[in-house]
């Protein structure tokens, strides 16, 4: 049971906006800790795609945004590409556990 | 360019001992912590400890504590996450990464290594 919680998987067609959930609680989000969000391609490592809430790293396309308020945040895919086809987990860090947490992450399928 | 690259693939069994790294470059190695972070097959991203290289601080999630070692060599920019008995139950995939102290975000990440205990 992860400290975040995602939707295990969305999907849409190309071209379409999805959203992915990130829920936490006073420990972490709700706390003020900053969430990021990564992007796991299949069979590659982890890669920074929003720090700080709703900023991109150089190179993200701006199809992809992120935010947060209280105790949850999200991120949204714009015009949706067969490459974006991957996993995405969010990170926090929680204050209770003293440690950072990650949500369980979610499968976005590009029909 | 900031990198990390880590050590090959491992196959071991269980109750065998095992030193994994994380070579570090294109950055002052002291200045930031480095992560460990496991992913066990088709599974999600679980953090297992930090380290700031500089002085060998560590901090473990209550998950691994006492079950792995992580440690780190700045002679040579490198940290290590080792075990000193495997379990089958750590078969996964391990990703060392840079921990950008503000904001707690890691980047970027090592290719990750395979390590496999099999009997």
């Known amino acids: 049971q992860s400290v975040l919680t995602q939707p295990p998987s969305v999907s849409g067609a190309p071209g379409q906006r999805v959203t992915i959930s990130c829920t936490g609680s006073?420990?972490?989000?709700?706390?003020?800790?900053?969430v990021h969000w990564y992007q796991q391609l299949p069979g590659t490592a982890p890669k920074l795609l929003i720090f700080g809430n709703n900023n991109r790293p150089s190179g993200v396309p701006d199809r992809f945004s992120g935010s947060k308020s209280g105790t949850s945040a999200s991120l949204a895919i714009t015009g949706l590409q067969a490459e974006d086809e991957a996993d995405y987990y969010c990170q926090s860090y929680d204050s209770s556990l003293r440690g950072v947490v990650f949500g369980g992450g979610t499968k976005l399928t590009v029909l | 360019e900031v990198q990390l690259v880590q050590s090959g693939p491992e196959v071991k069994k269980p109750g065998d001992s095992l030193k994994i790294s994380c070579k570090a470059s294109?950055?002052?190695?002291?200045?930031?912590?480095i992560g460990w972070v496991r992913q066990m097959p088709g599974k999600g991203l679980d953090w297992m400890g930090i380290i700031q290289p500089d002085d060998s601080d560590t901090r473990y999630s209550p998950s691994f504590q006492g079950h792995v070692t992580i440690s780190a060599d700045k002679s040579i920019s490198t940290a290590y996450l080792q075990w000193s008995s495997l379990r089958a139950s750590d078969t996964a995939m391990y990703f060392c990464a840079r921990l950008l102290s503000g904001s707690r975000r890691f980047d970027p990440w090592g290719q990750g290594t395979l390590v496999t205990v099999s009997s």
């Open positions: 006073s420990s972490n989000m709700g706390a003020g800790y900053d």
């Open positions: 294109g950055y002052s190695f002291t200045t930031y912590w």
